[in-house]
């Protein structure tokens, strides 16, 4: 389901494509069929579509401007009106649609916020004051970063936040032994030897937090699934394997992260 980020993303590119539309021609009024139509789609496209997931979060006052804007484009279709007025018009809806997107989107970050789920208690595994306080942080900004429809960003924060858990839970332990014996510990392909703990990615933690019992099985593969997103941070990945986030991936992978946080905890 998209958000309403992605709505108004929608909007204003299809008012973008208009304007470039009618930029390439040279007559003073728009006669061509092809063109009055492409024109009266933009303005049903908001009308029919767009505007009715945008009003349950904003007053029939609120989208008067944009609204405006789009009839215009859609009477003028109906006079052989003037190339100039489309663009008027045009510069009006993408003006409107701009200031409306401000509007929805902090309103809608404010009521987020007020739902945002509070941290788990760190403190059993991190002694650290001071990377306690970065660990919420970061628990928060997973949230913030959803609610703001930045759903590669979220996934990557939830990356970085199971790793420096795995990471603390690791260091807790008086005897490490049984990380650098497991099946799964990442060996160095020179020495032939386990790898210090600061070199490990998020891959050999999940697979020895389930070697040695820190997470369920259920919980290792739903969490291979996290750690493949996160890595489209690196953007030539993404483009090679066409993938992108919507927000139904993020919101799962962020219900994978909370379970595992609780394992991790010793709290699930």
Not at 50 to 79: C, H, I, M
Not at 140 to 163: D, I, N, P, S
Request: with cysteine; charged share 25%; hydrophobic share 40%.
């Amino acid at each position: 389901m998209k958000n309403l980020s992605d709505i108004f993303d929608e909007a204003l590119s299809d008012v973008e494509r208009a304007r470039k539309r009618l930029g390439k021609g040279r007559s003073k009024q728009v006669t061509r069929l092809d063109d009055v139509d492409y024109l009266k789609s933009v303005s049903y496209a908001w009308f029919n579509s767009y505007r009715k997931v945008v009003l349950p979060d904003v007053s029939e006052s609120s989208l008067k401007k944009v609204d405006d804007a789009y009839r215009q484009v859609l009477n003028s279709t109906a006079k052989n009106a003037a190339r100039a007025t489309y663009v008027t018009a045009l510069k009006r809806a993408k003006s409107a649609l701009t200031a409306l997107r401000a509007d929805v989107l902090t309103v809608t970050a404010r009521k987020e916020s007020a739902t945002l789920l509070t941290p788990p208690d760190f403190s059993s595994i991190v002694a650290d004051e001071q990377m306690r306080l970065i660990l919420v942080e970061r628990w928060m900004e997973c949230q913030k970063c959803l609610g703001a429809g930045a759903y590669l960003a979220a996934t990557v924060m939830m990356g970085g936040l199971l790793e420096a858990l795995f990471m603390a839970r690791a260091n807790q332990l008086s005897d490490k032994k049984p990380l650098f014996s497991a099946k799964s510990t990442p060996m160095d392909s020179k020495t032939k030897k386990p790898l210090q703990l600061p070199e490990w990615t998020l891959r050999p933690y999940i697979d020895v937090a389930h070697e040695i019992g820190w997470i369920t099985r259920s919980g290792k593969d739903v969490a291979a699934v996290l750690r493949d997103y996160r890595n489209y941070v690196h953007p030539e990945k993404q483009r090679s394997h066409g993938v992108t986030l919507n927000g139904h991936d993020a919101k799962m992978s962020w219900d994978v992260t909370r379970n595992l946080v609780l394992q991790l905890l010793g709290m699930a």
